[in-house]
């Protein structure tokens, strides 16, 4: 059982821009944290970012699993997804990153693998600073009548020089899974749970998806990768008997702040908090969504 009162050891898999530029410094600075080593697919990348954090490089996954108590994976979904069972298997607890996989069963399969160990779902969203009080303001209100959460992004733009642009995952899968989970853990807690789903494709990776929730209340939300960099921006607005809210223009408080926020969410959990409202039941949900817009969209 880990203890209420020492560090967590954490081990990082992953070692791309995202690991190199917020999971592992994050994980490092953090007081709660005992950062025990990192694994990634290239021995190399693996031993210069262990380096660069001060920590040990490890070839073997299996390996660091079982020094740690906890992982934090920074991986392409579905790379993520076998990892995390693998884990959670073996009882430790999960940081993951969205989507947790992008077929529906290897998103249940891993939020059965999940049921006894905590999990924390990083939606950059829900742990910003002055985003998440707003998403929470706006879930203890009633009576919305529509909403629209739009992440309209460039990183794919001629002019734009972006360093997930070379991501294959994103290249394959695109903005509706890449930046579709953003909008979904925005509206979810605020409208309810989703009960159908239509898609449309607008230029290039661009796609529109049409929700109706559970509370009756219906939901818009664009989404690109490939806007042109004048174009791109997030934006959410909620329409309702009390008027109109939109999304703060700040929200941004920084990946790596969000994310330390995130730790302390898995922290909560491991110690007796109880679920996150971001754990692997709402990834297992986002990917089931997410899924149903795919097929609409071929259809």
Not at 168 to 188: F, I, K, M, T, Y
């Given at each position: 059982?880990?203890?209420?009162?020492?560090?967590?050891?954490?081990?990082?898999?992953?070692?791309?821009?995202?690991?190199?530029?917020?999971?592992?410094?994050?994980?490092?600075?953090?007081?709660?944290?005992?950062?025990?080593?990192?694994?990634?697919?290239?021995?190399?990348?693996?031993?210069?970012?262990?380096?660069?954090?001060?920590?040990?490089?490890?070839?073997?996954?299996?390996?660091?699993?079982?020094?740690?108590?906890?992982?934090?994976?920074?991986?392409?979904?579905?790379?993520?997804?076998?990892?995390?069972?693998?884990?959670?298997?073996?009882?430790?607890?999960?940081?993951?990153?969205?989507?947790?996989?992008?077929?529906?069963?290897?998103?249940?399969?891993?939020?059965?693998?999940?049921?006894?160990?905590?999990?924390?779902?990083?939606?950059?969203?829900?742990?910003?600073?002055?985003?998440?009080?707003?998403?929470?303001?706006?879930?203890?209100?009633?009576?919305?009548?529509?909403?629209?959460?739009?992440?309209?992004?460039?990183?794919?733009?001629?002019?734009?020089?972006?360093?997930?642009?070379?991501?294959?995952?994103?290249?394959?899968?695109?903005?509706?899974?890449?930046?579709?989970?953003?909008?979904?853990?925005?509206?979810?807690?605020?409208?309810?749970?989703?009960?159908?789903?239509?898609?449309?494709?607008?230029?290039?990776?661009?796609?529109?998806v049409l929700l109706r929730?559970?509370?009756?209340?219906?939901?818009?939300?664009?989404?690109?990768?490939?806007?042109?960099?004048?174009?791109?921006?997030?934006?959410?607005?909620?329409?309702?008997?009390?008027g109109v809210v939109q999304?703060?223009?700040?929200?941004?408080?920084?990946?790596?702040?969000?994310?330390?926020?995130?730790?302390?969410?898995?922290?909560?959990?491991?110690?007796?908090?109880?679920?996150?409202?971001?754990?692997?039941?709402?990834?297992?949900?986002?990917?089931?969504?997410?899924?149903?817009?795919?097929?609409?969209?071929?259809?």
């Amino acid at each position: 059982m880990t203890s209420t009162t020492a560090p967590l050891r954490v081990g990082l898999l992953g070692t791309g821009s995202w690991a190199a530029r917020v999971h592992g410094p994050a994980l490092a600075a953090h007081p709660g944290i005992t950062l025990a080593g990192v694994w990634g697919r290239r021995p190399e990348a693996a031993a210069a970012l262990a380096k660069e954090l001060s920590t040990q490089a490890y070839d073997d996954v299996d390996a660091l699993i079982a020094d740690v108590d906890a992982v934090a994976i920074a991986l392409p979904p579905d790379v993520q997804a076998p990892l995390a069972v693998r884990a959670a298997r073996a009882g430790r607890h999960l940081l993951l990153d969205k989507p947790v996989a992008t077929t529906v069963e290897g998103a249940r399969e891993l939020a059965e693998a999940a049921a006894d160990v905590a999990s924390v779902v990083f939606f950059t969203l829900r742990f910003s600073a002055a985003a998440a009080p707003w998403i929470d303001e706006q879930s203890r209100v009633d009576g919305w009548h529509s909403a629209r959460v739009d992440w309209v992004g460039s990183i794919y733009a001629p002019d734009t020089k972006n360093p997930y642009a070379e991501s294959p995952w994103r290249h394959e899968r695109g903005a509706l899974w890449d930046v579709g989970p953003h909008a979904l853990s925005v509206l979810l807690p605020v409208l309810g749970d989703v009960t159908e789903v239509t898609a449309l494709r607008g230029r290039l990776d661009t796609v529109h998806v049409l929700l109706r929730h559970a509370s009756g209340a219906s939901s818009s939300t664009v989404l690109s990768l490939t806007a042109p960099d004048r174009a791109s921006g997030v934006s959410a607005e909620f329409r309702g008997a009390e008027g109109v809210v939109q999304l703060p223009e700040v929200w941004g408080d920084g990946a790596l702040a969000s994310y330390g926020t995130a730790i302390d969410a898995l922290l909560d959990g491991v110690r007796g908090g109880g679920a996150h409202p971001c754990d692997v039941r709402l990834g297992l949900r986002v990917t089931e969504i997410l899924a149903q817009a795919e097929a609409a969209l071929a259809r």
